[in-house]
């Protein structure tokens, strides 16, 4: 083309890319010697660089490139092509590929493969151009055709936001003249095109462009990253569009995402001091303290600090750091950089190209309005408006879409399992129930026992010498948990609720600490030595697997004649306002049917009492928590005392597995990267190991009761994979809890379309 600067241009880009992925340089290092050049001459943007500065520019290049790697840049096409295709396949073992893969359940042995292609040329001058665009707005979902381009460069300056670029379609507040006006005839192909792309892929579609000398390439196109608000809208938009079934939306859509839509967002009412203003580039509000960079980001999070990423850019290697941050904001780059699609693909709040703010890696400092933010302090980000804030800012609870509310109707149609929520407080059990949860599948009476104003009154009780000083203890504590009952029934209006009685060992009430332990012996007037004396009584080695559950109603069965009484009676309270209620009660760590045997003759006679005093009859249910290998293999000799099963997946993974869930931080990672666990076995249910005991545990039970209940209350029951795999084993119910009762309720049904086979 006789176009020396821009042959000198595009071998620059070449370098410099090539010197970053091929020969693994530190892509900053080449940068630094750009910008250097910029400032010097007093340019501001790359286009202003002359053929003799491209060439003097080159000549650095190389020089650096074999300082810092030790090897000549090669001139041969032939050793660069191969540098290249090497390259794309050792880039399937990077460490941010491997945390991609992580993320979006890729699996190890897929691959990759390389492809070779000729290029078109963006960077050819005014008539030239490159851009990146959605056929709807991917963080809003609403249906406009949304992207960025510039004139006179190359795909990667858009996405790695070096320039500020300029919209598509024209817009009257938008800095720089669009597309449309700028070139009408490529922009009306582009529009036709992409309406074609998105009929015929029947999905938003995220689409790269390059216009060479006025003519348009398409270089691809792909199904485009979306925030969970804008799935929901554009969902039931291709609904109404006849696009896509509602079962194909519904399978569309990922659960997990939901979770976006469920947490707070800044309270309008606040006050608040905006400093900076960019790009709203990912919806949603985030506080943390500032941190420069990702490695940081990542060690905040260890110590459970909470951290906003603040970088200038942000390139694929700041993946962890994005993972670990609360939100990010750049201060360069457009809604299609790379910050921005990644953290809408995540969920994570983002607020890019925020050129008001200077960053100084060097003095871990941040500038905006002549203040000075230094890492640590704290800022809080708004995605939803691109503003910037200093300190922490009020949250308010969600208001959830209309969108929202129908995909949920339809999940409710399609699913055939139940959803209950596990919760201990009525303010829970509201959260879960406006979030549509169809009952409590647990509520652990032992959280209410750690309030301030009564676990003096269980120290009490652990310290008492006989039966009888321990039921005065119990008397005092029975109008406070009946009272917790009769609420969390209230709030749940009669739908069914699974209180589970005391489970966890007596020394998690009393004080560890020497100083709480002098307090307590005035308190509860008790002499120090003896309150010693009885901590130490009741130290163990191993608590989870001690002295705990239907154990400790064994040695006292007092505790749980208290809290059973306590159920009844708010039971009767409940229905004496005309309501219905049949109560589940729950009896933990059942180990043989000779323990339930015993607690459920217990159990019993202390409701038919209350029954005789209250002259009220009312239906109850009396059932077992299944987390022990040894209740799973023998659920049929169990199942002949129980009225329901619920898994306690969060136990069973722990005794199968032999690992102790508060120690496992240490060493899963490992095993996880290892390969030897395909997911955290915490986090999603170990399907082959801990998944056969829950099908063992069912399968026995139902031979002996034919209708037997089942559900499932460990932390598994908000995880995606695993409510396939329980609809799958035949449960009625998953509970999880509050806020991710949305997400079991979508995951029920795409389960229940997957097994029916429904194509998606």
Not at 206 to 224: A, H, P, S, V, Y
Not at 494 to 517: A, I, M, N, S, Y
Not at 718 to 732: I, K, M, R, T, Y
Request: proline share 4%.
């Amino acid at each position: 083309s006789h176009n020396p600067r821009f042959a000198w241009d595009s071998y620059r880009r070449f370098i410099q890319m090539y010197a970053n992925v091929v020969m693994g340089m530190n892509h900053s290092s080449l940068e630094v010697l750009l910008e250097d050049l910029k400032d010097s001459k007093g340019y501001k943007i790359d286009t202003e660089m002359t053929t003799e500065d491209l060439k003097g520019l080159v000549k650095e290049y190389k020089k650096v490139i074999l300082e810092e790697t030790g090897h000549k840049f090669p001139e041969d096409p032939f050793e660069q092509l191969w540098g290249a295709i090497s390259a794309v396949f050792r880039s399937w073992n990077t460490h941010r590929a491997k945390t991609y893969r992580t993320l979006h359940e890729i699996p190890e042995d897929w691959g990759t493969a390389v492809n070779v292609q000729s290029m078109v040329f963006g960077n050819l001058g005014e008539d030239s151009a490159t851009g990146v665009c959605f056929t709807r707005d991917p963080s809003t979902g609403e249906k406009t055709f949304y992207g960025e381009f510039l004139v006179n460069a190359q795909g990667e300056d858009v996405v790695a936001g070096i320039r500020t670029p300029q919209p598509i379609t024209k817009k009257p507040e938008a800095k720089g003249q669009s597309l449309e006006e700028l070139m009408p005839e490529c922009f009306h192909q582009l529009i036709e095109t992409q309406k074609k792309l998105e009929k015929h892929y029947r999905d938003m579609q995220d689409i790269e462009f390059t216009i060479e000398k006025g003519r348009l390439w398409m270089l691809q196109t792909r199904n485009g990253k979306r925030t969970a608000k804008a799935a929901l809208k554009i969902a039931c938009d291709m609904i109404d569009e006849k696009l896509i079934t509602e079962d194909e939306a519904l399978l569309r859509i990922d659960p997990q995402s939901l979770n976006q839509l469920l947490h707070p967002t800044l309270d309008p009412k606040a006050k608040k001091t905006v400093v900076a203003k960019g790009l709203p580039a990912s919806p949603g509000a985030a506080s943390g303290q500032i941190v420069f960079d990702s490695e940081e980001a990542v060690l905040f999070k260890e110590k459970g600090i909470k951290t906003i990423l603040v970088r200038v850019e942000t390139s694929p290697e700041d993946i962890n750091g994005m993972v670990a941050s609360q939100g990010i904001l750049t201060t360069r780059g457009g809604m299609t950089s790379h910050a921005a699609v990644v953290a809408r693909g995540m969920g994570k709040c983002c607020v890019a190209g925020c050129g008001e703010i200077d960053v100084s890696y060097e003095k871990q400092e941040m500038r905006a309005q002549g203040k000075v933010y230094k890492k640590g302090d704290v800022i809080t980000l708004d995605g939803s408006t691109g503003e910037v804030f200093a300190g922490e800012v009020k949250t308010v609870e969600p208001d959830l879409s209309s969108e929202f509310e129908r995909i949920m109707k339809l999940a409710d149609q399609k699913r055939s399992l139940g959803v209950r929520t596990n919760a201990d407080t009525p303010k829970d059990s509201r959260v879960a129930k406006r979030f549509g949860a169809q009952g409590i599948g647990l509520c652990r009476t032992e959280h209410m026992f750690f309030d301030a104003d009564r676990i003096d009154i269980v120290r009490r009780m652990i310290m008492a010498e006989t039966t009888e000083e321990r039921k005065e203890a119990l008397n005092e504590l029975l109008p406070i948990q009946r009272k917790d009952f009769f609420e969390i029934f209230e709030e749940m209006g009669g739908l069914p609720v699974t209180v589970r009685l005391l489970d966890p060992p007596l020394h998690e009430f009393l004080p560890q600490e020497e100083k709480d332990q002098r307090d307590l012996s005035e308190r509860i007037q008790v002499s120090l030595d003896k309150l010693k004396t009885r901590i130490e009584s009741l130290h163990e080695v191993n608590p989870m697997l001690g002295h705990r559950g239907c154990r400790l109603a064994i040695t006292y069965p007092e505790i749980y004649e208290m809290q059973t009484r306590a159920i009844a009676e708010a039971t009767c309270d409940f229905m004496k306002k005309g309501k219905k209620l049949t109560p589940e009660i729950m009896i933990p760590l059942v180990g043989s049917y000779k323990e339930l045997s015993i607690l459920r003759e217990l159990v019993q006679k202390t409701v038919q009492a209350v029954q005789a005093e209250r002259k009220m009859q009312f239906d109850y249910l009396i059932g077992t928590m299944i987390e022990l290998p040894r209740a799973a293999i023998t659920a049929d000799e169990i199942a002949e005392y129980a009225d329901f099963f619920s898994f306690g997946t969060n136990d069973l993974t722990q005794t199968a597995l032999g690992v102790s869930r508060d120690d496992a931080g240490k060493f899963l990672g490992a095993y996880v990267n290892a390969g030897i666990y395909e997911k955290d076995p915490f986090t999603s249910i170990d399907q082959r190991g801990v998944g056969k005991f829950v099908k063992m545990g069912v399968e026995l039970g139902r031979k002996v009761k034919q209708q037997l209940k089942v559900g499932i209350c460990g932390e598994h029951g908000g995880d995606p994979a695993s409510v396939e795999f329980f609809h799958a084993c035949g449960l009625n119910y998953v509970s999880c809890s509050p806020y991710r009762v949305p997400i079991a309720r979508l995951a029920a049904a795409q389960a229940a379309l997957k097994n029916t086979g429904v194509k998606h």
